[in-house]
């Protein structure tokens, strides 16, 4: 277990997600690690608590100093609940459930994240701005749509699979739809109001 790499590894996918997904300030980003692929074992045998505060000793600080939230979903045994700070469930009113994720009903990361948030709660369910799924945890059942997939030159951390995502609002209207604003200032330049909404820019 070479948790000088896992650190290493960490830190680039995590700074590279923030760079390409831009997320603003109070939106979320979720993230499921199993230890146990990161360690090259069968996702829930293996469990490590270590490996679990090496991951989230990289991702806290980063997502803090973007002030957005992190979520951190729990195994497949407590249905991917996630644990989240109680400012995050305010925020986005969401219902907190009961139940303290361990290592064996949760996942270590989701088990570590309890005792390092400030004040964490379990909730279902949420629609993530951003993501990190470490070890095919299936992160995406808590991604708003559209999800979009962040390409970067790390693939793994540890021995699992690392896949990455941001989010972008949906595109609607069909073949005459403009979608970016520098479009719609050359067909109609004196039609733009001065306050065009944030998705059009």
């Known amino acids: 277990m070479d948790l000088d790499s896992i650190r290493q590894e960490v830190r680039q996918a995590i700074n590279g997600l ?14 499921g690690c199993s230890t146990s692929e990161v ?5 829930g045998s293996a469990g490590n608590v270590q490996v679990a505060e090496v991951i989230l000793d990289e991702i806290m600080p980063v997502v803090k100093s973007h002030a957005v939230f992190l979520a951190v ?16 469930a305010d925020k986005y009113d969401l219902e907190p459930v009961t139940v303290y994720p361990v290592p064996t009903a949760g996942g270590a990361t989701a088990g570590t994240a309890m005792n390092r948030f400030h004040r964490p709660v379990v909730v279902e369910a949420i629609r993530a701005h951003a993501g990190l799924d470490i070890g095919n945890t299936l992160i995406g059942m808590h991604i708003r749509p559209v999800a979009v997939p962040v390409r970067l ?23 005459r ?15 733009v109001d001065a306050q065009v909404p944030d998705c059009a820019k």
């Open 153 to 175: 030159p790390i693939k793994m951390i540890g021995q699992a699979n690392l896949v990455l995502c941001r989010t972008r609002a949906k595109l609607i209207g069909g073949r």
């Open 39 to 43: 360690l090259g074992k069968r996702i």
């Open 73 to 88: 979903q729990c195994c497949e045994h407590l249905n991917r609940a996630l644990v989240v700070e109680q400012e995050a």
């Open 177 to 191: 739809a403009v979608y970016a604003l520098d479009k719609i200032e050359q067909k109609y330049p004196k039609s």
């Open 18 to 31: 923030m760079e390409i997904a831009e997320p603003k300030p109070g939106q979320i980003v979720v993230l």
